[in-house]
């Protein structure tokens, strides 16, 4: 079991940039792809992005490619989502999550293959 907590949400304007922090419990992290989602008011669940279990393969939705980068760091248990060039569009409550099998591509982007997720951490930018 894992249990997940992010961090690093807020407000920033138009532009800007936020890092997101996704802090991981247990022994194992290092065999979970990693995933991050949002989702926006009135709207479903969407992916954002996604790491292998060794950071070889990222994924990214055509929405934030460019502008997000994915990263994790095994020894800590994190997993990282950097944000620039932020738009009002970008506007959502983010999570993490962890999925136990393995995936490629367009297949990491269900989230129903993931097992795990966190709380969420908001994020706002203004315009």
């Known amino acids: 079991q894992v249990q997940l907590v992010e961090s690093g949400g807020g407000l920033v304007q138009a532009g800007g940039s936020l890092r997101l922090s996704c802090a991981a419990s247990?022994?194992?992290?290092?065999?979970?792809?990693m995933g991050w989602f949002r989702q926006a008011p009135g709207k479903e669940r969407e992916f954002v992005a996604a790491i292998g279990r060794i950071s070889v393969m990222t994924y990214y939705a055509d929405s934030v490619k460019g502008r997000f980068t994915i990263s994790r760091d095994n020894a800590k248990n994190t997993v990282y989502l950097e944000m620039n060039s932020l738009k009002p569009e970008d506007t959502a409550v983010y999570y993490c999550a962890a999925r136990p099998k393995f995936c490629s591509g367009s297949g990491c982007y269900d989230a129903s293959g993931y097992d795990y997720w966190g709380q969420g951490t908001q994020v706002t930018v203004s315009s």
């Open positions: 247990g022994r194992t992290f290092s065999s979970y792809v």
